[in-house]
T-cell receptor
């Protein structure tokens, strides 16, 4: 099946700093990628839809200035958590859209101290 | 987004027992997908159901889509310890957006 990678797999940062997470589709081109966050023991919550060459579409309640998304190429989307705070600590997962389903990256665990 | 509820939230079974998780929606679903997420891992696609009343099988897993397309179920026969994980249903929306159900966490005791 298709492969999606994420980098880094985990990151610890200080409150107030910004963190960039990369999502790459390794063996196919993805015009659309999605970003989810998952709190412990909870479901995946869709944050935003990342469209190659255009602005991302954010779900209701997600701050676009807080979570910056860039989809500059057909194989790379980035999520930047700006001015991170402890409540931003979570598991962030990206996915890339395939013909019938979506393929998930391995996730990035962010801990903000 | 669509509200898709799953029950039960948790299920503990003895190895060899059967397991079923249910996904319910107040509105008609265009389709339903099922995913499995192992502890510490990411969701892995299992199957997609589209047709009313559809039933699909994958070895010990049986997936059903309700006649009214408002509910779906995943049944595992004779669970094994390798079945441990959280099972999510998800509905596919426009432009391949997916909204996930709340998930059912399965624990299998050997």
């Amino acid at each position: 099946g298709a492969v999606v990678s994420q980098h880094p797999s985990w990151v610890i940062c200080k409150s107030g700093t910004s963190v960039k997470i990369e999502c790459r589709s390794l063996d196919f081109q993805a015009t659309t990628m999605f970003w989810y966050r998952q709190f412990p023991k909870q479901s995946l919550m869709l944050m935003a839809t990342s469209n190659e060459g255009s602005k991302a579409t954010y779900e209701q309640g997600v701050e676009k200035d807080k979570f910056l998304i860039n989809h500059a190429s057909l194989t790379l989307s980035t999520l930047t958590v700006t001015s991170a705070h402890p409540e931003d600590s979570s598991f962030y997962i990206c996915s890339a859209s395939g013909p019938d389903t979506q393929y998930f990256g391995p996730g990035t665990r962010l801990t903000v101290l | 987004g669509q509200q898709v509820m799953q029950i039960p939230q948790y299920q503990h079974v003895q190895e060899g027992e059967d397991f079923t998780t249910y996904c319910n929606s107040s509105t008609t679903l265009s389709n339903i997908q099922w995913y499995k997420q192992r502890p510490g891992g990411h969701p892995v696609f299992l199957i997609q159901l589209v047709k009313s009343g559809e039933v699909k099988k994958q070895k010990r897993l049986t997936f059903q889509f309700g006649e009214a397309k408002k509910n779906s179920s995943l049944h595992i026969t004779a669970t094994q310890t390798t079945d441990v994980g959280t099972y999510f249903c998800a509905e596919r929306y426009n432009f391949n957006k997916f909204y996930f159900g709340s998930g059912t966490k399965l624990n299998v005791k050997p």
